[in-house]
């Protein structure tokens, strides 16, 4: 993640770190009135995908620049719980006060990958995608975006200028998807990329008609969806969506599709437990 | 939370703003060219706890000050599927460009509304109170916090700041608990409550004759707590702690204790499914 | 742009009132020192198309809620010299202390709206359509961009985000254009688009063999376009640069192409003279 | 620039940077996954004077500390067609992710030092100085007033609290210039400069007697001027003003006045071409 | 102070509310869950000069726009003792949580307002005015200096951008007074005023020499005062400074000088004691 | 001040830097047109009690990370008149630029902490301990605060969410402290720590009664005092409060408290006399 847009990132740890302070850790300043240096160890309590080392990494460089990390595995590695992740080390006042903060944003991000492998891994063989959405945690899309592509998923649009999207209320709107795309077509650039979602077979043949690039079939069966497949005949890229969890996936394998999308991947992964633990003075 | 800092809340509902519309929602600017009025109902997809109406609502104000939100629920109560909790109304552009903004925040605070509720529920008569902690999403913490004691838990410290939480690694770096609390009561204010995490009986009696306001029992076996609940005797508040999920809370019923603290409540309630739906023009 | 990301919008214009402000229009408040309404004419000095209009509005709006901006034309809209655009009414100090700053913005963006118009017109009847670039003024893009779009062009990326456009560098790197564009679609989401910036026919053919989604003819001689044109023929969307301007894309006229983009819609467009006139006390 | 209001300055490099990055830069990052040294020449593409070469090094260092940028002109030189001005060397992801808006800060800061070089040039051995004006582009103030100094240029003032600037409204509404000059004595501290706009020769009358510092002679003629010339007698300071451009300053030559003024200076300088070239991996 | 830059103003007062309010004010939220409606009395509880009666009512508008606050006096207006200077409305919440806000900015701005003002009328019917310094509270500056106007007293330089001023380290590295101010108006446009600081009569002749708007004489005798009166002759304006306090300026009475400076004006001017007080709920 | 919550320092330094620059210092920047070392002293102009030498520091290491600044005293030491408490050595650009909001920082600190040391040396003896307030200068709370730990005082709440201060307003609405202290109990957690602020002696056994933590006698005769301090009887801690300024505190020596609270602390300390003089050229 060390090449995303660094200003950004930065900017929210440095808002979270202010979130978590307040004004000091009097708990630490309480008990260490001078510099000590000391160095800890970052422990996996369960086991996971490892995501976001270097965001773990700049809360504590943001609060000063000299604490050194040295992590153990790479973003996307699998690690086991009792597994040591990465050593912590600086003066005892830095360690202990980014510590809550570090935890906070690495144990979302391991939850988030270790999700998304468990998806992709079902789907292994299929050729199927696994994408995320738009249902992430406030200001935290970019983590958890990065995570899903660490897991092994795929990003979807990351905003609402970032490709279009037409739903039901847009085509009940425009009186058809026919007319819909048209009116894409005048407002935005050629350029960009133009999905419809769809709930029925009429509406998969209109939309293919139009020549979306993307047809989301959206809570449809199993049934209708092979219907759908055969009608659409690779003229357009197929996403499946609609509540699409671990435990429902295991029927889309084969399915002829390219992409399924699924909201649980940010909103519904749970925490990978983490830990920083033998703190040790030096 | 019409009462919370205001200014803090429309800052970061601005920036998730910001971050879902990138420069415009080029779907609906497509579609409508023209002012257009618009009406949405707000419909729960499983049943749950609501917090968060005045956030829900701020998404859109924030957009378009005459945007018109109706809740038929207040904070607080329960709902059930297919229930309408509100309707939107107002420009159809702002009704669509907000929907997944407000939606993000509304459907997490619910979900931690209706995990703590259950957690509550399941102590109830016990006398034994719920607590979050600082397991908070990054930036979030307001929202999260505050949905705790909507579900009917009480919070925790909100920061760094707030109250003094000796754990292991302080207490072993000034010599144990007594060398501990001491430094403590010279740095910081008299007026700041202190509480110290302990792991054994040993440390439970330390505790118990420093004073400390409160004692965290951490990771204790059922057996244990027993035995520290004798020990203190009502000497100091006692805080019940480690992974406790609703499935491990059941055994905790009929301890004398205070407190409960939990991280599931904020870190692995997941969400409620809200929908916005029927958008109608006018 | 009412439609735009309002928060966005409003933020930049707030920090180009505080640099213009300073402290206070001391020029206005040592003549006004009691409230007084005025009006004033906002008055076209040569001719060109509006754009900016809602801009001009939020300049004043955001000084007080209450100053009233009516406009007699709309953005797209074409004007003589001498014409009067607007009329803007409130109180004199809200009236003088926005000037200067709403019409750098309007002049600004009626002076790309003005040169894109030209551009798109001298095209008229080819097809070709006109697209930015990102050579646009620093934290001036969205108002640049939408401009162009009120002049009847079109956009091209945003940002680096947007979409993969593959470079000479990018190529070299990588070993030719086919390992950079599998680089690319291992790394992001199929769901960007790609396209490749090629400088002779030999690249223009490796590209088409990749499928990229378009071909960027750059700083090519009419000669090799027009022979790209029917090695392409039509599997890819092709656009042409190189320093294109008003003067030279009148030989574009005859070519089969798709695009042409043109970095000095937003670098040298110049302004529109426009003028806040005939302020009248009231 | 070095010592200009670093903050600032690093504060708009920085939204300029997130406004071009957005979440990263995906062919980058899609190209390159290790990091990977590499250098590039900055190169002339025309001629023209150097501006801003601070600013072009901050957009690389905001990104990256250790990228490294070495020129061999400096502010205020002039270069030519084809001239290497700088070598930046460093990892391949910040030369390549930050090249675009570094180009559009410098291209533009060269092109107002150039155009203001120009207009210096032209009025060389009249002693007549070249003033910018408030028609900057928006939040861009800082560097294009600086651009107009190392140019050779001067600056008038930057806001609206930095000087006393009576225009015809203020002195329609206090009733002459002298009532106007009155009240801005008892309002501002002495200390500020009073400047006044006048656009006949009794308003220069008029102003002269109230002692302003500066008298501006706004869209008069030449024959005008030279009159005004007289009556003012060295006993306040002359500008004149009014859409002065290259072209229309020559007539200007013989007058004896102080300064001219001009916005053309930072609304209609155009850029300079500049180029990041040759990258080499090394 | 409501024609200031509005934008800076707001922006201040919100962070400011934002450090005092924290979360939410537990206590108000406690007792009032509900809407209550309330009003109090602003109450002086010493007499002193009104400023900041703008920024007080900001205080309580930016928690909620529809509190209403009457004032029954004017900035610049006298009070004394138990004097009712305001009345607020509204609803409760914000009446309590925004007090003492509001109190810190006004107590201060008054407390500089009242000192300014005997100052000044220590000084009446000599002619000399009373100047500020930039010796502000960090973040605090227009708010002081607007009091300073309230009190009577003009605004010396906001800012080190604002006018040239040359003290004693600048004149020694430049090599003298001559040699400094030949570079500065080299350096800067004429455009700006150059102040010099001068410790003995030498520097006066030698500021005299270069012809400096204003010569500040600086912690100089009585004696050497007058002498440097002669010296300059009306051919510079006069300012005095050093430590100068309402009890040092009674021996300056006399003296042909235009302005004395105070830093103590914003540095040790104190507070005026004002309460909201009778709180009543409606 | 090092381990505070850095962040929040250094934006509230970054802010006061910006206000004090504005552009440039164009003294200066006039004068050294080239890189120069030099060095300067911190000396003290009269005695006190240093506080702030971090931030201090952080004033010129935000203009410019290379400067260095050597203390020879540290925070909480007291220095005479003359003393030289710093060496200030680096650019002289960023030497001068910073000069005066780093004293602006610095000497309100100083003033704070020497203020509260001399009312804590009053109180030797007595185990009464000094507590500063919220009315401090805003956006200045945290350098206050900490100056007043320097000083040898406690800080009482930092904000409104901090603990529960149930005045006069609260009480009156809830109907009596009893129905008060209930609703804080159910409202806020346990953890919060109550505090009711009594006017007279039926208060005080009512505050009793409801067993809050503190509680707060205001505006009491010494009488009464003593009367409250026996119905008290060590089962709750008291606190004094009331106008209470280093004159008028002798007579509380006497008495059997916790406390004395005292916005003088922070509102009226004035500042200590530092200055940075010998600037040396290296």
Redesign the interface.
Known sequence: MK??????IDR??????????????????????EE?DAKAKLIAKESGVLAGSYVFERCFK???ESVNIEFYKKDGNTFEKQDVLATVKGD??YI??GE??A???L??MCGVATYTRKMVNQLEGTGI?V?DT?????????FE?YAVKVGGG??????????????D??I???GGIGN?VK??R????????IEAEVENLDMVKEALDCKVD?IMLDNMSIKEIEEAVKIIDKKA?IECSG?LTLEKIEDLRKLDI??ISSGALT??S??I?LSLKE?E?L
């Open positions: 090449w995303y847009n660094k200003n950004k929210i740890i440095n808002m979270a770190l202010d979130e978590d302070i307040g004004y000091e850790d009097i708990s630490v300043n309480s008990i260490f009135l000590q943001l609060l000063d005892v006042h202990l006060t809550r903060t935890l906070n944003f144990q979302r995608k994408l738009r249902k992430t945690s406030p200001n935290f899309r970019i975006k795929k990003n979807h649009r990351y905003n609402l200028s970032d490709l279009v999207l037409l739903k209320n847009h009940a709107a425009a819909a009116r894409v005048e407002y935005t650039p050629y350029i960009k990329i993307i890229i509540n390219d992409y909103h519904s749970g925490i437990d703190l003075l």
